[in-house]
């Protein structure tokens, strides 16, 4: 079973930047992917940014750019640098972990993050 805890939300301005980190534990496959998505208020879940154990990184289009995802291997942690944020990049950033063996994954509780106008 693998745990996952976000951290890094919070409040920024239009413009600011945050850094988000997903730290995993537990039974972690060594071929995996992670990646981070977001729920607006009132809105469907929506993908951000994954990378995969390989490094090969996937972003959405209203992201490419700005948003930047990496990984620390030794720490089985992903990060998601966001910089020049919107306030329509406001919602609960989701983590999810998927075993690329089994196909199982698990998320995160989700952190926070608010963009003022």
């Known amino acids: 079973q693998v745990r996952l805890q976000e951290s890094g939300g919070g409040l920024a301005q239009t413009g600011g930047s945050l850094r988000l980190s997903c730290a995993a534990s537990?039974?972690?496959?060594?071929?995996?992917?992670m990646g981070w998505y977001r729920r607006a208020p009132g809105q469907s879940r929506e993908k951000v940014a994954a990378i995969t154990t390989g490094g090969m990184t996937d972003y959405a289009d209203s992201v490419k750019g700005r948003f930047t995802i990496s990984k620390d291997d030794a720490k089985h942690t992903v990060y998601l640098e966001m910089r020049s944020l919107k306030p329509e990049d406001t919602g609960l950033y989701l983590c999810l972990y998927i075993d690329s063996k089994s196909d199982d994954g698990c998320w995160g509780q989700g952190t926070q993050v608010t963009v003022s106008s």
């Open positions: 537990g039974s972690i496959s060594e071929i995996n992917a």
